[in-house]
């Protein structure tokens, strides 16, 4: 398997070149155009199925044929000024299929954690702690840039998702920006 082009960038970025942030933002604008691409034949799935009626003999069968669409509908939130001293807050839960297109938080200190609980797996950690293993996870991306602390999670899919931010010490979110894709039946 070919490893994502990403991470590779990312693990270069560490001396913050603006060359490199350049090429990073232009190869995710990139990924991401050519994922709504794909995701453009793939977001309405129409299934359908055909059953004939076991009750009357072969020439009077009848079929029946239902269709069901299925549509995904993205939403955001976009939070500013949040400041707290203490505790945990659940900043997004959702209960319905999905994915978790980015969650960005900017924030004036690094003294938190976070909790993302999804229908197959819980992640518990610090900031620092998913600093020392963001290199490493292709779906978090931990930095700083001059005096913010920069945590991106990105690219989840889910049937249920909920994100928690766990403070320690008081600390101001100049923004917590989410965008997500939510499942909607239609029949």
Known sequence: MLPNPLSILRRLSH????????????????????EEKLREGVV???STYTSASSQTSASASTSQTQTSTEEYITQTIDLKRFT????????????????LI????????????????TESF???????????????VDSI?????????????YDIKFTKFDFY????????????????EELVKKE
């Open 141 to 153: 991306s931990v930095f700083q840039d001059g005096s913010n602390y920069i945590l991106s999670v």
């Open 15 to 34: 001396n913050h070149s603006p060359y490199i942030e350049l090429i990073l933002l232009e190869e995710r604008e990139r990924l991401i155009e050519r």
């Open 102 to 117: 980015e969650m960005i938080l900017v924030s004036d200190n690094n003294d938190y954690g976070v909790i993302i609980e």
């Open 44 to 46: 309405v799935a129409t």
């Open 165 to 180: 931010i766990l403070i320690n010490s008081k600390v101001t979110f100049s923004r917590i920006y989410a965008k997500w």
């Open 84 to 99: 707290d001293s203490s505790g945990k807050h659940n900043i997004l839960s959702i209960n319905n299929k999905g994915k």
């Open 122 to 136: 819980k992640l518990d950690r610090t900031y620092s702690e998913l600093s020392d293993i963001s290199d490493y």
